[in-house]
RNA sequence: GCCCGGGUGGUGGAAUGGCAGACACGAAGGUCUUAGAAGCCUUUGCCGCAAGGUGUGCAGGUUCGAGUCCUGUCCCGGGCACCA
């Protein structure tokens, strides 16, 4: 079976091993009820036309080596791969070249596949799986309607950046310094409407069962942060001569009496109203410049705040005081009310804004002891708080709530940092939304009918000054492909490129069925059918990659995401490995969508991702971060045709922690190269044949049995531990003694070449091949290690005096800490530190160390 | 500014509070060879011929003992960006 190279010729015996893995599907996952499972995932890659990049193989090679190590130790694998393949480049590609983006993403998943293929991973390639795929985005636009029916999903005009030169809606990353990316226009926010979805009211459930998951701490932080849950209340200021009070969002009421002056964010909808004739050019100037500013102009201004008076007063519902109302724009309407209260005395914005524009400052919270340098946020007791001075600032919080949550003026509340996700695209390529529009006539028909499952209230949205209202595809309609399209150009009114179709925007529909017919021919007589407008935007490429480790468990299924059966039997992924830079979005949005599957009863836990490891990124040679500007990009290609994928994979994993940010370094290869070209040295001959010190039942230097032993034990525990760089080391210093020794046992060989075959699975293959293992070498149960070989009979002790190392001697397993003062004072190098001293105390860990601190 | 990481030889890095520098890279010397490559052997933190001393960004502290724990500080990297 194995190739008959007489050196180690990685060319030949690379390929030879991929082709006998992929004609007997070795790595195939089969659904055996009974057999302990292990699910291990890689964030699935999208399929950029510029190919693998050095990360990806680092953290594939990572979760392949838990994947080979688990089925030697008799779990049932499964790891999967597949590509995440909508995105903004594949649309841009097709704008620019008029062909389908399918057809560059074909092209790409492509060369991939043969660049992942190449490097030798355990993947089961039944199961893989592409976004764009009908059958799979059918349950993508599945699982949407499911958030549509829960009344999870709605529609909301939202602000994005639009390029008027460019008539399109413009991503985040295609705005760069205010300008358009392509060709440098200007750009500027524009409402458009927008599919939003209620992430919001997950927000508490999405922070609590944070605490169940295996995660770095820092990543678990981030999603708290991002989250960011704050207590407060919301209180209510009387505007004088208008019925509704202004409502702001606090986590201070206890300084509610240090309120000097009030702020709206300039979007403010009460800004209008409230400004007062003499200040109204100066406000719409603000708000005017307010709009036109990029982001990157607003954090320029983070230095310095500006703003401007309304004119208007509003009262202080703790004393009846009216403070004068501003705009500004350090005060954003997405969070909380868009309004706040100001105080100086204790607000860093707050004080600086008050300095700049002479407003008063009164300190309410005095620290315990000393004197409060302003602004001041720490802890303290009320002053100039009449009825409240001299109590402690927290129980002052919850006292001033109750007492104007009593009058009806203030409630508790908590306020979260998280919004709503912004779920459509003014794109071609994506998922379309499996809803058409309707009258609200049409619908009241269709729910008249019976036909659903409907929203509990409908998703509505006025155009022209006509309500519209969503409709769902039944689901038995599903998929809804995208149509061909003439120019993937965007409409230029801020619609998809969809819109530009009449023929498929604009139908007769019938919503017990799904069907459509061009709403320029006559309406069907047979049946229910409604005038309707098919919905143009296309789902996020977050869409997609929600879910796709579900649908790995049963990948083929028609008749549903995955069985029932399926899902009960491998569970979410035990092992989840992917880069840092998805530690909010990403983890947060998969997670949601997991847990609207889970009340629905379709999964049976309700985290998606119990064990999270991030691996590091890997830097140019200069230490900077690759990039083709900086000409320091590292393909896996070359490293392969010049070192083999063994190397590759071997030298990614001891480049340093694989949680680690590490340089790249050419020259550390050589060194991983030459310690496999080691392990074939002393496994065969300069002919091919099995090494002449190797023999069954040769007399093996019981050091060496010992050493392999303690080998298997450590490698084991460093795989588990995803600690690959220790586990190779261990394994170099064993070839190392291999080398060294002048005979060894077959057996013992064979062993090693189990431990070696995870990482560098082509080489352990074949020797094992070799060595007359019997099948494959990944079939074989990992190897165990006898405890009793590990524990020494003489250990090192190392004598110290006053905590300095002063002599070292091998002394028995067991030896007493009389006997081992009595064998210090008989050492030649630690006798001269005892010579005329009392001996004060001694310090003695068994077989480790003894310390004698004289004086 | 805030949050999170991290500072250990010429380099990547190793070290449950117990011998700092495992394992590699690089370098130097040697061996083999007609010669080279590969391999093999030796050396390789710094100072010192040596004995020995000294050493984990810096300054303190806890401890019999600190790279590791604590306090302060400097530097580097990453993330967030006025969150009331």
């Known amino acids: 079976m194995a190739t008959s190279c007489t050196e180690y010729h990685f060319r030949e015996i690379e390929p030879h091993w991929q082709a006998y893995w992929e004609a007997n599907r070795s790595f195939r996952a089969e659904l055996t009820p009974g057999k302990p499972k292990y699910y291990v995932l890689d964030m699935f890659p999208y399929p950029s036309g510029a190919g693998l990049h050095i990360g990806h193989p680092e953290g594939y090679t990572a979760t392949d080596i838990l994947a080979r190590y688990q089925r030697a130790k008799g779990r049932n694998v499964l790891h999967p791969i597949g590509w995440d393949a909508f995105g903004l480049p594949a649309e841009q590609h097709a704008v620019k070249t008029g062909t389908h983006p399918a057809t560059n993403t074909q092209a790409n998943i492509a060369n991939f596949r043969r660049q992942i293929k190449a490097l030798g991973f355990s993947y089961d390639w039944d199961r893989e799986i592409d976004t764009t795929d009908p059958r799979y985005f059918r349950w993508t636009q599945w699982i949407f309607l499911q958030l549509f029916q829960r009344g999870l999903a709605y529609v909301d005009e939202r602000p994005v950046w639009w390029c008027p030169e460019l008539r399109t809606v413009l991503a985040n990353e295609e705005v760069v310094d205010g300008k358009s990316e392509v060709g440098g226009f200007p750009v500027e926010r524009r409402n458009l409407r927008q599919w939003v979805l209620r992430i919001t009211a997950y927000a508490e459930r999405l922070l609590a069962d944070l605490k169940d998951v295996d995660w770095p701490d820092s990543t678990k932080r981030m999603q708290e942060a991002w989250i960011g849950r704050s207590e407060g209340a919301e209180l209510l200021f009387a505007l004088p001569g208008r019925p509704e009070p202004l409502k702001v969002f606090t986590t201070r009421p206890d300084t509610l009496f240090g309120c000097t002056y009030m702020v709206l964010a300039p979007e403010h909808p009460l800004v209008d109203a409230l400004t007062v004739p003499a200040q109204r050019a100066a406000v719409e100037a603000y708000r005017r410049a307010a709009a036109a500013k990029s982001d990157l102009e607003r954090t320029d201004l983070a230095k310095g705040k500006s703003g401007v008076f309304t004119g208007a007063c509003a009262v202080n519902p703790i004393n009846g005081r009216e403070v004068p109302i501003w705009i500004a724009d350090y005060v954003l309407l997405g969070y909380g009310t868009g309004a706040i209260m100001a105080v100086p005395a204790h607000d860093d914005r707050d004080h600086e804004f008050a300095v700049q524009y002479g407003l008063p400052v009164i300190p309410v919270i005095a620290p315990e002891s000393g004197e409060a340098k302003l602004p001041y946020t720490g802890a303290g007791h009320l002053v100039n708080s009449p009825g ?156 997609g990659s929600c879910w796709y480790y579900l649908r790995f468990l049963d990948p083929a299924n ?20 992917g880069g840092a830079e998805h530690a909010v979005l990403h983890l947060l949005y998969a997670r949601f969508w997991h847990k609207v599957l889970f009340d629905l009863g379709l999964v049976p836990e309700a985290e998606p991702f119990r064990r999270l490891f991030h691996q590091g990124i890997i830097l140019g040679e200069d230490g900077e971060k690759m990039s083709k500007s900086r000409g320091n990009v590292v393909n896996p290609d070359t490293i392969i045709q010049s070192h083999g994928t063994d190397t590759l994979r071997l030298y990614l994993m001891f480049l340093g922690p694989l949680e680690a940010m590490k340089p790249w370094n050419p020259r550390g290869i050589e060194g991983v190269h030459r310690f496999l070209q080691k392990v074939w040295r002393e496994c065969l001959g300069p002919d091919g044949a099995v090494a002449a010190k190797l023999s069954p039942d040769a007399a093996e230097d019981p050091a060496l049995t010992r050493l392999l032993h303690e080998t298997i034990r450590k490698v084991g525990d460093d795989i588990e531990a995803l600690r690959f760089n220790t586990a190779i080391s261990q394994m170099m210093i064993f070839a190392n003694a291999l080398q060294k020794a002048p005979a060894a046992r077959t057996g013992s060989v064979r062993a090693f070449l189990q431990l070696l075959a995870p990482f560098a699975p082509h080489l352990g293959e074949e020797l094992w091949a070799r060595l007359g293992g019997t099948g494959s070498v990944m079939a074989a149960p990992w190897p165990a290690y006898d405890p009793a070989l590990l524990t020494a009979s003489e250990v090192k002790l190392v004598f110290q005096v006053n905590g300095k190392h002063r002599g070292e001697q091998l002394v028995p397993v067991g030896t007493g800490q009389e006997e081992a003062v009595a064998l210090a004072r008989g050492h030649a190098k630690v006798a001269p530190h005892l010579e005329g001293k009392e001996l004060r105390r001694v310090i003695y860990v068994p077989g480790k160390i003894l310390n004698l601190v004289v004086g």
Not at 446 to 456: D, F, K, N, S, T
Not at 558 to 577: I, N, T
């Open 388 to 543: 409240y001075d001299g109590l402690p600032w927290e129980d002052a919080k919850r006292r001033i709530t109750a007492e104007l949550a009593a009058r009806g003026v203030a409630k508790a509340t908590v306020n979260y940092k998280l919004r709503d996700w912004l779920f459509s695209r003014q794109r071609y390529w994506g998922e379309p939304f499996p809803i058409v529009w309707v009258s609200e006539a049409d619908y009241a028909r269709v729910r008249a009918a019976g036909i659903g499952p409907l929203p509990e209230s409908p998703v509505t949205y006025v155009q022209d000054g006509v309500r519209q209202c969503a409709l769902p595809l039944p689901a038995a309609a599903l998929p809804l492909e995208l149509p061909p399209v003439q120019s993937y150009l965007p409409s230029g009114n801020g619609e998809s490129p969809l819109a530009q179709l009449p023929a498929w925007l604009e139908i007769w529909f019938n919503p017990q069925t799904g069907a459509a017919l061009p709403a320029a021919q006559p309406c069907p007589t047979e049946g229910l059918w409604v005038r309707a407008r098919r919905e143009t935007n296309t789902m996020p490429q977050w869409a």
């Open 558 to 577: 028609p008749e549903a995401f995955a069985s029932r059966a399926a899902l009960d039997y491998w569970g979410s992924p035990d092992l989840y490995v």
